[in-house]
């Protein structure tokens, strides 16, 4: 099945090629200074090695440069800020918190939530109306690019947060970032949004065969702050009021009191008598298995003991919380910490 999976994706990407490396490093955040020196470009312009057997999304073919006029501003961005023919008004500065840069004679000017041409403008139009230059001529450019960032855990090659150059970037394009998935990957991306989309499902689960095997690879796109998590093959989730939150691997026999001892046990806080497992089906659609009795289940009932599937999570609440409509969201923000600048809300 996994050979089909690999010739589906392979017919479907043509040119595309994938990440030699297979090695799974810490979750950082990366810049340019991170990449090897055979890359010469962002995530877009790259191309990379031959496609691995595991048949998923890796570093895509290169794609149309992004431009730098679209670029939205926001506060960490650095710009350079240059004045013809006034090379004493030329400065590095970053953008703070509130959206401004401080420059020289004019102070502070609003330039985040738009783009470097409307920066030049605002400038220009502060030196005018101050009187310190008659017709100024302003260029602003991006030299750090820090304010709008995106992040990509979970099973593939580079787990971190990256840069954002473009408004938006394509789902696969934001996977090859990271340098493709492991062998071991789920062919599914869950995105999480920071700012959820009117009617789309949060997480938004993908199905990475089916969108390169309809060459539809731009039906999702990756936004400033979002997460897109790309489980791992044969793992499933325990959260909630347990020790130890997290990602398992499934082991033919693994059951809940299996899956409760690998994370440590429950807390003194937990609702033993109302765990639940929610369970993907092959259709999308979620199931919950529901009212499980933890203490029964750990004293050898086997009945009541449910044998675990791949990406199913457990839940275990904490006494008086609600577990309805709790499922793989719900995990990701338990579980996965991003960071500040691309949180998940």
Not at 111 to 118: F, L, Q, W
Request: aromatic share 4%; net charge neutral.
């Amino acid at each position: 099945m996994r050979g089909i999976v690999a010739g589906i994706v392979a017919g479907g990407l043509l040119a595309a090629s994938w990440c030699a490396s297979a090695a799974e490093v810490p979750f950082k955040k990366h810049d340019e200074s991170d990449k090897p020196a055979s890359r010469t470009g962002p995530a877009e312009n790259q191309r990379s090695a031959p496609m691995p057997s595991s048949g998923l999304p890796g570093p895509l073919p290169a794609a149309p440069p992004a431009s730098e006029g679209d670029y939205i501003l926001a506060p960490k961005d650095q710009v350079l800020v240059q004045v013809f023919g006034q090379e004493d008004l030329t400065r590095t500065v970053r953008i703070d918190q509130d959206g401004n840069i401080v420059l020289p004679m004019i102070g502070a000017v609003p330039v985040a939530g738009g783009t470097v041409v409307e920066a030049q403008q605002k400038i220009e139009a502060a030196l005018k109306q101050g009187g310190f230059l008659l017709n100024p001529r302003v260029t602003v450019s991006v030299s750090e690019y820090q304010g709008r960032q995106y992040a990509v855990v979970g099973a593939v090659n580079q787990p971190g947060t990256y840069t954002l150059k473009t408004r938006q970037t394509p789902l696969l394009t934001a996977i090859s970032e990271a340098r493709g998935v492991r062998e071991n990957a789920e062919p599914a991306a869950y995105v999480v949004r920071a700012k959820p989309h009117p009617g789309e499902a949060q997480p938004l689960q993908v199905d990475l065969v089916t969108m390169v095997k309809s060459g539809d690879t731009n039906s999702v796109m990756i936004e400033p702050g979002d997460v897109v998590y790309v489980p791992e093959e044969n793992t499933f989730y325990v959260t909630g009021e347990v020790e130890k939150r997290g990602a398992f691997t499934l082991k033919r026999d693994t059951t809940l009191s299996k899956a409760i001892t690998e994370a440590g046990g429950a807390t003194k806080r937990a609702a033993s008598d109302r765990v639940t497992v929610v369970r993907t089906l092959p259709s999308g659609e979620k199931k919950e298995i529901t009212g499980i009795n933890l203490d029964a289940v750990m004293k050898g009932d086997h009945k009541a003991d449910v044998k675990l599937q791949a990406q199913d999570v457990v839940v275990v609440p904490a006494d008086g919380a609600k577990v309805a409509g709790y499922n793989i969201l719900d995990f990701l923000r338990g579980v996965f910490s991003i960071g500040a600048s691309v949180p998940i809300r």
